[in-house]
C-alpha cells in the first residue's frame, strides 16, 4: 500500500426511515482525510443484501462495515490502515464493548458475552482479549469489522441465504484463499447489548440457528465447539427419563457444569465486579440453552439459496462527510 491513504468506505445498514443513526454520526467524526471517506448507508430489511449492493456502489479501496448502533472509535481508520500495509491482510476485526454508560441489565449481559463459559473464543468480540494477532471467525464480528474490496468481491461477498453468520462463511473462503485475517484488541466500537432478558435470549438463539445454518451450508472442523450447546440441551431433556433408569448418577454431568458455571463466576468478578458477575451467572445457563434450541432450529429448517428469497429494496444514500 502507497504512503498515499486508501480511500475508505464506510457501510452501515439499517431500515426504512431511521432518521438517526449513530455509526454515521460517529464516523463523521473518524481522523481521517474527508477527500478519502464515504459514507454509504443501505436501507431495507435484509442485512447481507443491503451490504452486497452497498458494496458494488462502494468507491472504497477498503470497506469499514458498521452495523447502525455501533460507536467507532475516531482512531480507528488509521489504525486499520497500518494493518492493511500487508498485503496478505484481507480483513480487520476488533470488538464491540457494551459503553459504561449503558443500563445496569445491559452491562450483566456484557459480562455473559465476555465470559469464556457462554462464548468460549467468540468473547474476543465483546472484550479487549490478547494482543494483535492473525485470527478468524470465531473472533471477528461484522459490526466493526474492515475488508479489502477487491478480496470481498473475489470471495463472493455476503451469503444472503445466511443471516446471522453471513461474514462466518465469508471469513472461512477468504481463509481458504490464503487471506490473513487479523483480530486487534484496541480496534474498537462501543455498542449495547440487548436491552431486554427476552431480547438477549432471542438473539442467543438467533446466532444458534445462524451458526447450524452456516455449518449445513458450509461446514467446517471449527464448528464442532459449537455442537456443545444443543447437546447440552438434548441431556437436560432427556436426564428426568434416564434417571427412571439409571438412578441419580445420571445427574452427576449437571453438578459437574454447575461447578464449572461457579468458576466461571468466580473468574469474571475479577475482572467484571461482584454484583454484575454474581448476576451474570444465570444468565450462562441461559446463554447455552438458548443458543443450543436455536442450533437445533436451524438444523432443520429449510435452507433457500439466495435466489429463492423474496426480492428486497435497497435504498442507498451517500451521507454527507
Known amino acids: ?73 475516531p482512531a480507528n481508520l488509521r489504525r486499520a490502515v497500518d494493518h492493511f500495509r500487508e498485503a496478505r491482510v484481507k480483513m480487520l476485526g476488533g470488538p464491540n464493548l457494551c459503553p459504561a454508560t449503558a443500563p445496569a441489565l445491559e452491562q450483566i449481559f456484557a459480562v455473559v458475552l465476555a465470559s469464556w463459559l457462554a462464548f468460549g473464543p467468540s468473547r474476543a ?28 468481491l473475489d470471495a463472493g461477498g455476503f451469503n444472503e441465504a445466511l443471516y446471522p453468520n453471513e461474514e462466518n462463511a465469508l471469513m472461512d473462503e477468504l481463509q481458504k484463499r490464503g487471506a490473513i485475517l487479523l483480530y486487534d484488541p484496541d480496534f474498537i466500537a462501543h455498542r449495547r447489548p440487548r436491552s431486554t432478558l427476552k431480547a438477549f435470549g432471542k438473539m442467543l438463539f ?26 447440552f440441551c438434548a441431556y437436560l431433556a432427556a436426564a428426568p427419563f434416564s434417571s427412571l433408569a439409571f438412578g441419580p448418577v445420571v445427574f452427576a454431568p449437571l453438578g459437574l457444569y454447575l461447578v464449572v458455571v461457579f468458576l466461571q463466576t468466580l473468574a469474571s468478578m475479577l475482572s467484571k465486579g ?29 435452507l433457500k439459496k439466495p435466489g429463492d428469497r423474496p426480492v428486497t429494496e435497497v435504498t442507498l444514500d451517500s451521507m454527507p462527510v
Open 1 to 73: 500500500m502507497s504512503d498515499v491513504l486508501p480511500f475508505v468506505t464506510v457501510i452501515v445498514p439499517t431500515k426504512p426511515g431511521q432518521a438517526e443513526i449513530p455509526a454515521v454520526t460517529a464516523a463523521r467524526a473518524f481522523d481521517y482525510p474527508r477527500e478519502r471517506l464515504e459514507i454509504i448507508v443501505a436501507r431495507g430489511k435484509q442485512p447481507a443484501v443491503q451490504r452486497n449492493v452497498a458494496v458494488r456502489a462502494a468507491r472504497g479501496e477498503l470497506l469499514y462495515f458498521l452495523d447502525d448502533d455501533a460507536i467507532a472509535g
Open 125 to 152: 468480540r465483546y472484550d479487549r482479549i490478547g494482543v494483535t494477532r492473525p485470527s478468524g471467525e470465531k473472533e471477528l464480528i461484522l459490526c466493526n469489522m474492515m475488508a479489502r474490496r477487491q478480496a470481498f
Open 206 to 231: 438467533n446466532y444458534g440457528r445462524g451458526r447450524a445454518e452456516q455449518f449445513r451450508l458450509h461446514p467446517t472442523p471449527g464448528s464442532a465447539l459449537n455442537f456443545v450447546p444443543p447437546l
Open 274 to 302: 461482584f454484583g454484575r458477575s454474581l448476576l451474570a451467572a444465570p444468565l450462562l445457563v441461559v446463554s447455552h440453552v438458548c443458543y443450543g434450541l436455536g442450533f437445533w432450529r436451524g438444523l432443520f429448517t429449510p
